[in-house]
């Protein structure tokens, strides 16, 4: 048995003669709150007792000076619960060490099995707690809701009071910034959501669009607890990325959409970008956090992998589940075909993980923009590319004429290599089929060589090292020319 929620749902659990209630949380503060402020909805009255390991037991509901001392080992207090027999909601702390002990568990099970003679309801409230079996049956867990909208909105109100008490002056802030800042404190406990709201008022007193960043980046580590999903540092601006002007045009026309500033608007959901290697894929992904001005998270499907029957999927669910709560963000999942291969010939594993990650983009929030990108047309599952998972497949092709150039001063330009017009056209008329990322390597080479030379960077040095290169469109011209040919059928070119 589950229940789901907050002050209201809780008060009918109390209600409902549970005898042992148990909530997995780490804001204990909360979870006291919501008890107290569920018991106070309970007619007759019912007292609220607490006790934690170091203190001892105590009443919560009305102060009656300090707590029982006599009674702070567990074993003491169950004693104390059972052979007292007073009606009442008993708030334990931290009891889960002790539940397996076998006199504490015995203690707890006499009391919860008469509870119709004197009802007491037993609330656990620990960071975890696993019941032995003999409780299981006894118990609804309860899982306390992440504070709402409104409650967040209060938190932020109240810092920036405190703030503005202390400093003899009120925080600067607009009304958008203050809204999205509510937002991105969406899926934290109340104590996080306060220590983050803290972060970003006191270091200027002031609400700003600068603070989104720093916010998502402590919130990301609030969430993750090493899983597959990583913080990308590295994104990217328009000017980054040379050609794929068709792909940039999308992004930036969905823009209003995913900001939410164009409410008649659907969201974008997503993209697949497929094609030639090193030709700006995975620099796109980064470009679309950009645009978006977002966090960047990579999703690496080869890190949930695990040998272990279910392990996967539950690993898989966990990382969708804080992007989700990181929402408004970019999820990057790279090689989408190497997590979710078809062919593979295990045990249904890969088919499973398909099903989830499939699952979630069609029930995802608007908020979270889906940038997948894959090599391997072969291994690439048809139901991703069948309409409605993502909203186009884009194709990367390699550089024409004009976006090498492009690329070339980009590069060049970023490690102060002088390049002149002329030297530009020599350079892309001979790199014809080049990938950007071999272009990029070609300015890097050039670089160690005119180091060897003792003398700067020229385009000659460039020149010579694009003469040494066969490209890979050259050494796999054929399967270059597969993916171009299929990919003629079923996408859209991204330049
Ligand atoms: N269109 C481009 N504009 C600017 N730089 C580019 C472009 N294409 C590639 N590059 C350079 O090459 C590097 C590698 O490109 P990227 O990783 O984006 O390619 P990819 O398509 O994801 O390749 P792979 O299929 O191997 O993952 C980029 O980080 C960038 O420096
Ligand atoms: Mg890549």
Redesign the pocket.
């Known amino acids: 048995m589950a229940a789901d929620g907050s002050r209201h749902d809780l008060a009918v659990l109390l209600r409902s003669r549970v005898p042992l209630v148990v909530i997995e949380t780490r804001d204990e503060d909360r979870a006291r709150a919501l008890v107290l402020d569920a018991a106070r909805d309970n007619r007759p009255a019912t007292p609220v007792f607490e006790w934690v390991v170091t203190e001892g037991l105590r009443r919560a509901d009305v102060d009656l000076g300090g707590p029982q001392r006599f009674n702070a080992a567990p074993d003491q207090v169950l004693h104390w619960i059972r052979d007292g027999a007073v009606p009442g909601i008993y708030v334990l702390l931290d009891l889960h060490p002790y539940l397996t002990e076998p006199l504490s568990t015995r203690l707890l099970k006499d009391i919860c099995q008469s509870y119709d003679r004197s009802p007491r309801t037993v609330v656990l409230v620990s960071h975890e707690v696993s019941l032995p079996a003999e409780l299981e049956h006894l118990a609804a867990r309860f899982e306390i809701a992440f504070p709402d909208r409104a409650e967040r909105r209060a938190v932020v109100d109240d810092v920036a009071r405190e703030w503005a008490r202390t400093h003899g002056t009120p925080v600067r802030a607009d009304e958008q910034s203050v809204a999205a800042l509510v937002e991105n404190l969406a899926g934290l406990s109340v104590a996080d959501t306060r220590r983050l709201a803290r972060a970003a008022i006191h270091d200027d007193g002031a609400v700003t669009p600068s603070d989104a960043p720093a916010v998502m980046r402590a919130k990301y580590d609030l969430l993750s607890r090493g899983g597959a999903l990583s913080f990308e540092y590295d994104t990217a601006g328009m000017a980054?990325?040379?050609?794929?002007a068709r792909l940039k045009e999308w992004l930036a026309r969905r823009k209003p959409a995913f900001d939410g500033t164009a409410p008649g608007l659907d969201p974008p959901k997503g993209l697949l970008?497929l094609?030639?290697?090193?030709?700006?894929?995975?620099?796109?992904?980064?470009v679309a956090a950009g645009i978006y001005g977002v966090p960047l998270l990579r999703l690496d499907l080869a890190a949930v992998q695990d040998k272990y029957q279910g392990e996967s999927e539950r690993k898989l669910r966990e990382a969708l589940a804080t992007a989700d709560v990181m929402a408004p963000c970019v999820v990057w999942i790279?090689?989408i075909e190497k997590g979710v291969a078809t062919s593979d010939s295990d045990t249904g594993s890969s088919q499973r993980l398909l099903g989830t990650l499939l699952t979630w983009l069609s029930e995802k929030s608007g908020r979270v923009f889906v940038v997948a990108?894959?090599?391997d047309i072969e291994e690439l599952p048809p139901e991703l590319i069948r309409k409605g998972r993502f909203d186009e497949v884009f194709f990367?092709d390699l550089?024409r004429a004009d976006?090498r150039a492009?690329?070339l001063r980009?590069?060049a330009t970023r490690r102060d290599v002088r390049l002149e017009a002329h030297d530009v056209a020599r350079l892309v008329e001979a790199s014809e089929g080049f990938?950007?990322?071999?272009?990029?390597?070609a300015v890097v080479s050039a670089a160690y060589a005119a180091h060897a030379d003792g003398a700067p960077v020229a385009a000659a040095h460039v020149l010579a090292e694009i003469r040494a290169t066969r490209p890979l469109s050259v050494v796999m011209a054929e399967r270059v020319g597969a993916l171009r040919a299929w990919a003629a059928e079923r996408t859209v070119s991204a330049d």
């Open positions: 980054d990325l040379a050609g794929l970008l094609g030639v290697q090193g030709c700006g894929k995975s620099l796109a992904a980064k790279d090689e990108t894959a090599n990367v550089p976006v492009e690329v980009i590069h990938s950007g990322a071999e272009l990029e390597q």
